[in-house]
């Protein structure tokens, strides 16, 4: 595979640059390619079965990438488990994949039975006596291998996983380095953690191109001052995040082209970039270029992108997200599968090579949403949009899927969770707009006869329950509770009624 091979060449032309930093610790790309290697050759002498993924478990650390990239020199797809999410739902997913085997590189052992996956601390590999010897690009996963596997909300209560291959992810790796700015050993941030595709936007990326991944933990997130120390000494160059990640540094005015001199590059993808934000970070870094980028982890992160010039800021109230990477297409179909006309909504669908071959596992699934089409993958993405002068636009969910702070979740599956809760009779999620955008979500709850005396205790004993089955930005800011849910005349949940009766 063309990626596997270009760092492999850097390892050796480059061998002292920084590939990823984390607090405190950094790896070059010597050290990468030689560590991944190791954990390569230990992998193979376990003989898993061939294409079963292997788990990931970490946080920021550069054994992360070593792990990553020692799975798939080894034959085998990784499954990114940030430390985030709960071990119930690490348990779904373990289900859900079939994995053999976890690697540990959290550095605290895990406290969890995993049914059919043996765990493995990183460290246990690193003095593992294992004969390093070179492994051959043939051991390598290629073209339509998995490459990675992205568990993602799903509306049954079940994360489903996205499987990304080889191909998808050198289509896309292809488009970020022809058509950016990015065009050799440049410094990138990255905000997302890996159990999210944001976070491949950079990884791959500057890999392929001799580039150092600068990483934010979430620790940093947390506090503010230790996130802009960090920043200033981070020499970003391209900065990919979400734009809720951007507005929360832009509340800061010291965040500009003076804490960041040699920014050139803003990327965005995953949820509606604003245009007061656009404006604010044109006029703080003058000498940047912004793109606004949209795409489903089923497309492999992104596929359609526009730089968000002062002239778009003027032309439109809201942004287009950009026209699609020329590997690609864009339909735009009406209820009845017909292709709407110029500037009519319709769904998204997206035909290309960067298109998800299906959830693993789920034949049901991948088929509702999965097809083919003239020999390429197609894939509904339940987006509405349209077109306009070649400029996709985004008009929303068709579904109850919704973006929260820069992630995504399915109302049903945190419906799903809180219903089996013993304290709920029955419950809704509804989200709770300002300016178009989440601010936060809401449970409306009819209460299970209970022990407690006050609202805030059945709040958080059922809180408590939630955060052992979802991870902590799924579970709802605010509860409240009735007799009964509100329907509407024709027999649905009145889910407008309770959002009226929250902002009243
Ligand atoms: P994810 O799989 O987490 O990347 O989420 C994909 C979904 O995020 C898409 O299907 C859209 O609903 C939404 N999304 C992605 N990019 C954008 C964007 N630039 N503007 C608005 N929504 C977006």
């Known amino acids: 595979m063309k990626l596997l091979h270009s760092i492999h060449d850097f390892s050796i032309s480059h061998p002292d640059t920084p590939a990823f930093i984390s607090p405190n610790r950094e790896i070059n790309y010597k050290e990468l390619w030689q560590q991944s290697e190791h954990v390569a050759n230990w992998i193979l002498t376990k003989r898993l079965p061939k294409d079963s993924a292997i788990m990931v478990y970490g946080h920021m650390e550069p054994e992360m990438i070593v792990s990553f990239l020692g799975c798939v020199k080894s034959g085998h797809p990784y499954i990114p488990i940030d430390t985030s999410i709960p071990l119930e739902r690490i348990d779904r997913i373990s289900k859900s994949s079939q994995s053999e085997l976890m690697i540990n590189v959290s550095g605290t052992p895990l406290e969890i ?95 392929a191109t001799g580039g150092s991944i600068f990483a934010i933990t979430k620790e940093m997130i947390a506090r503010p001052k230790i996130l802009f120390e960090a920043l200033q000494k981070s020499k970003t160059q391209i900065w990919t995040s979400t734009p809720s990640f951007v507005q929360m540094c832009l509340m800061d005015p010291s965040f500009n082209d003076g804490l960041l001199p040699e920014l050139t590059c803003f990327l965005f993808c995953g949820e509606i970039l604003p245009v007061p934000i656009s404006r604010q970070l044109l006029e703080r870094f003058p000498n940047a270029k912004v793109f606004n980028t949209y795409g489903p982890t089923e497309a492999t992160v992104a596929v359609t992108s526009v730089e968000i010039t002062r002239d778009i800021l003027n032309q439109y109230q809201s942004l287009p997200v950009g026209s699609p990477k020329k590997d690609t297409k864009l339909l735009l179909l009406d209820e009845n599968g017909s292709e709407t006309a110029e500037e009519e909504k319709g769904e998204i669908i997206i035909v290309g090579p960067s298109v998800s071959k299906g959830y693993l596992g789920e034949s049901g699934l991948t088929e509702k949403v999965f097809f083919t089409r003239d020999g390429e993958m197609a894939y509904r993405t339940g987006d509405a949009g349209y077109m ?117």
């Open 113 to 207: 039975n995993l049914p059919s996956a043996k765990i493995v601390e990183f460290n246990q590999i690193v003095s593992a006596n294992v004969e390093v010897d070179k492994v051959e690009a043939t051991n390598w996963v290629s073209e339509d291998d998995n490459f990675y596997i992205i568990y993602t909300s799903g509306s049954t209560g079940n994360p489903k996983g996205v499987q990304i291959s080889a191909n998808n992810l050198q289509s896309f790796v292809n488009w970020m380095t022809e058509d950016f700015p990015i065009n050799g050993q440049l410094c990138f941030l990255n905000q997302a953690p890996f159990s999210f595709d944001l976070s491949v936007m950079d990884l791959y990326p500057a890999l």
């Open 388 to 504: 306009e002068n070649n400029l996709l636009f985004y008009k929303g969910r068709m579904d109850f899927q919704i973006k929260l702070h820069g992630y995504r979740m399915e109302l049903e599956e945190i419906e799903h969770h809180i219903s089996e809760s013993k304290y709920v009779k029955s419950a809704v999620i509804v989200p709770i707009y300002q300016n178009d955008k989440i601010e936060y979500l809401t449970a409306a709850i009819v209460p299970a006869k209970h022990e407690f005396e006050k609202e805030y205790q059945l709040t958080s004993a059922i809180k408590k329950e939630l955060g052992e089955k979802l991870p902590a930005y799924m579970i709802p800011r605010k509860f409240i509770y009735q007799e009964e849910l509100p329907m509407t005349p024709n027999g649905k949940i009145d889910r407008k009624h309770i959002k009226e009766k929250v902002l009243a």
